[in-house]
């Protein structure tokens, strides 16, 4: 079996050192050559931490419900899909988490067929712009709210 | 979609997952998120303004308002009705998976800054990295974002430059434009160039990014005033482009004697007349002062009735209130009626402006130094330099 070999033919740790450096940008640096994402599944699959993450996005998409499992009809393509894997840092470079997405290879769906439309409105600048003025002339306070896995909740 | 790499290999071959929820990555899932959150908020008794399908607003019993803005998964609240905010946030909290971030600091590259005299808008750090990317960060400092004598054109003799970092750049500093109405001008005149960049183009870009040197922490400063009534100033080049003679139309309106909107932008026809490209800038004014308007009535905001629209060429002015078939002016007829409408029924007043004062005047030509800095305090752009 072929394996793609990751290891670079001149390391770049002949050429540079790292002596000089602050402690904390050392440990920031280092955490950068240690952990590396897996690029492919069999590579995710060997390492505890990116399988428990994976478990992790699993568990989410299940509890979503997300799918049926049903039988596929003849003469149709299911639209492919792929693990997409990150690594979360934290604001003084130390991993956060590690993150794996499943994502739909959405370019391979055709239109008119898998989807008809795709429109979605986004708030312009300028509305934005008009709510900060009025919060300010009135006083208001001012919020922010983030949603998780927010396109995880929308029903097709 | 097919079974999950890595997940049920086992089970037959024809097996394949239907899904009823959207992914990341699929066409439709913007669409289908934004779907559930307009279902979402209306379930809980929010309107969608028409004036922006990304607003909704809840007036309570108590005569409080409530107002939710969202950019796809972050939302902006905020109103007099603190119960109401409350009780929101805990319905959001219910239906989806909830991350409240506090008072609003930061939005969309934007740093929004309270304080005593009110709310302050700049993109200082999108500035630092801009100048970090761009290898500025120790150029020295313009006065002004563009040369008031520079005339861009196709510039085909000159050398081409990487497309793609052009359009980079300037795609970023479009999108600084939102809190920059200084560099608006020379934005969207570099920005004209994005299929063939020279390095003419490229100078010019790079010229907005030593400005912005000077200037990072420059922004909007919204001040309580007390009022929300509506202006604008409308005014426009003629022939400004080289390339093919349109004309540049400037705009900006403000709301409470605050700077909202502006707009920079080159016409799409080309006009025989200065009368008639004011003319032009009026009409487009004109519809953005409506649009506002209709978005502070779904906000049941009380306006001074009367819309001022400031505009610095006479005979545009008379030609907007006296439907007199001028020879010159029949091929602009819609334009003519639209506004001679919207004089009629008492909403809008055109008011003389002298060229000297108007404000639009940094939207549409390059200014000389001393002019450009009186404009900028005018417009209410405060600067909280702090060396980063």
């Not at chain 2, 934004?34 to 004036?51: D, H």
Request: positive net charge; hydrophobic residues 35%.
């Amino acid at each position: 079996m072929y394996h793609q070999t990751t290891k670079p033919l001149y390391p770049l740790a002949n050429y540079l050192s790292f002596k000089h450096f602050s402690p904390t940008h050392k440990a920031f640096l280092t955490s950068l050559n240690t952990t590396t994402t897996p690029t492919t599944l069999s590579e995710a699959l060997g390492d505890k931490k990116w399988k428990q993450a994976m478990d992790a996005e699993m568990e989410a998409l299940e509890k979503n419900g997300t799918w049926d499992l049903v039988n596929l009809l003849n003469g149709k393509k299911p639209v492919r899909c792929k693990w997409v894997y990150t690594i979360k840092y934290k604001a003084d470079g130390s991993i956060e988490r590690y993150k794996a997405r499943l994502v739909a290879k959405g370019f391979t769906q055709i239109y008119g067929v898998d989807y008809m439309e795709t429109f979605a409105p986004v708030a312009k600048m300028n509305r934005v712009r008009v709510i900060l003025y009025l919060a300010a002339n009135y006083g208001w306070n001012l919020q922010q709210f983030d949603v998780k896995n927010a396109f995880l909740h929308g029903e097709i | 979609m097919e079974l999950l790499p890595g997940y049920g290999e086992k089970t037959a071959t024809n097996t394949i997952c239907k899904l009823k929820k959207a992914l990341y990555g699929l066409k439709q899932s913007p669409r289908a998120w934004f779907g559930r959150f307009t279902k979402v908020m209306m379930s809980l008794g929010f309107k969608q303004s028409q004036g922006d399908h990304t607003l909704f607003i809840k007036h309570s019993k108590s005569r409080g308002v409530t107002m939710l803005l969202v950019y796809v998964d972050d939302i902006i609240v905020t109103g007099d009705d603190e119960e109401e905010q409350k009780l929101l946030s805990q319905h959001l909290a219910k239906n989806f998976e909830i991350k409240t971030l506090g008072k609003l600091k930061y939005f969309l590259g934007i740093e929004v800054a309270h304080s005593k005299k009110g709310i302050f808008i700049p993109q200082q750090k999108y500035i630092t990295d801009l100048l970090k990317e761009t290898g500025k960060t120790t150029c020295k400092p313009v006065n002004t974002p563009i040369d008031p004598n520079l005339k861009l054109g196709n510039a085909k003799k000159y050398t081409a430059v990487d497309k793609e970092m052009y359009q980079r750049l300037v795609g970023k500093l479009i999108y600084l434009s939102h809190t920059r109405p200084d560099v608006a001008f020379a934005v969207s005149l570099v920005s004209q160039f994005m299929h063939q960049p020279k390095e003419i183009h490229l100078q010019a870009a790079l010229r907005i990014v030593q400005y912005l040197k000077g200037t990072p922490g420059r922004g909007i400063l919204f001040e309580r005033n007390g009022n929300a009534n509506l202006e604008a100033y409308t005014n426009a080049d003629y022939a400004g482009s080289i390339v093919d003679r349109r004309s540049t139309t400037g705009y900006c309106t403000f709301l409470g004697g605050n700077l909202v909107t502006w707009r920079s932008k080159k016409q799409h026809v080309v006009a025989r007349s200065s009368a008639e490209v004011e003319f032009r800038a009026m009409a487009q004014g004109i519809c953005e002062l409506l649009w506002l308007k209709i978005i502070l009535e779904d906000l049941r905001i009380k306006s001074d009735d009367l819309t001022r629209l400031y505009c610095d060429n006479k005979s545009a002015i008379s030609i907007a209130h006296n439907l007199v078939q001028h020879d010159r002016t029949k091929h602009i007829e819609v334009d003519r009626h639209f506004i001679k409408e919207k004089l009629d029924t008492g909403l809008i007043c055109t008011l003389y402006v002298p060229s000297q004062d108007n404000l639009a005047d940094i939207l549409m030509k390059g200014l000389n130094s001393n002019y450009f800095q009186s404009i900028v305090s005018k417009l209410g752009m405060e600067n909280t330099y702090s060396p980063a």
